[in-house]
């Protein structure tokens, strides 16, 4: 049971003053989170390591994990929804993972050679993944995008990457506005996602410069939105058609089936890159697609791009990665997954219509969001076309009050379903987006 202390009745605040009241509330509830964070800003800028983890006024520090619950540093628990940004796929205690682990470590670690766990797990992988001839391993979602660009790039002989308005591949791909400051310095090609004309004419004006179109078939980062299967497809045949790599980012939609979700869109790019649950919640992550690009890479070859990475086959992730998708996430046990998450979708998506309040579930599968917001949302363009301020404030709200109820998520409002959360923690969810949707429904509707 979640300990937190339900939301007093605040049903004549203002926004501003809930925001500040529900704030209060998580402040002295956590004494023992903030004296970390306040230890933290001395030796970290902003207390921390990991910007998406960071939220004002200080984020709650975790202590442990079992299953789908998590424990915080003041004895609060709470129903794991966030999944580790859809790297906790399997929980936090999983025999089968835990043991795979447990078995490598004793073999030992950082061993300098190829080991036993490399090539199952690739071969898997491509037997899984339609686009998936040859893969190679590194180790998170920005290396992998990294290496399937700079593939690309030499495969083509041509400089540029088109990507998506509010896309986010990896810390230094990050397509929102005030990303271009840390972004690597790739000549970048920004297209409208979503918007087929708009990214059809760039792609065309730019189709003997572009060596790759790099795309989420959801963006999770943005907001869970999907990109609608005719844009996939259009951009499918664009590619094909001006000689330009297709990549898609899958390090968090590849949970939508053992294919991924280009196996249940029926789509197939040229490259595909994997991360966050593939090494079993250890750190690891995959760049992969067709042969002929792939086999730059072969060292027996005389003109070899050479791959390193120091960690790229290490043996716990590889290890845990492996027994995961042999014995955990089995293709019957993907499809179920995804199911339940479009089913949970839509039972939020219903009590927000029953309450008629701007407030919408968004998302595919097990990668869902949030939102204080009414209308179509196909793009963060959608999104931005709130009141920024406004926005921020009813996403804190919400975040605040399914924190206090015992549901832990992103600030943004983001969720990723993880295998062992049970049906009463979907209803124990449900009773409180409902609640937060009455309680705050003049804001919401103001
Ligand atoms: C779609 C997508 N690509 C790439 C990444 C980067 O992965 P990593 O954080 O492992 O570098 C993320 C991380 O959230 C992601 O969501």
Redesign the pocket.
Known sequence: MASARPARKTANLGLEEAVADAEARYVAARPKSRAIFEQNLEAMPGGNTRT?LFFQPFPTVLAEGRGARLVDVDGHDYVDWLGE??AGLYGHSHPVILGAIQKALEAGIALGGPNRFEGPLAAELCRRFPSLELVRFCN??????LFAISAARAYTGRPAVMVFDHG????V?YFAPGGDRINAPFPWVLAPYNDLPGTLALLEAHADELAAVLI?PVQ??AGALPAEPGFLQALREACTRFGICLIF?E??TSRSSAGGLQARLGITPDLT?L??YLGGGLTL?AFGGKAAIMAQFDPRRPQAIPHAGTFNNNVLAMAAGLAGLQEVATPAVLDAHFQRGERLKEKINALAERRGVPFQCTGCGTILALHCQGGTLRSGRDLAAQDPLRRERLQRLLHFDLLERGHYLARRGYLALSLPLREEDETSLLGAIDEFLALRRHLLLA
């Not at 998170?140 to 995008?145: D, I, K, P, Q, R």
Request: glycine share 24%; no cysteine.
């Open positions: 998406v940004y859809s998170s979602g920005t290396e992998a995008n986010y591949h990896g810390g791909f989420e999770g980062g980012d390090v968090m890159t991360g966050k992550s």
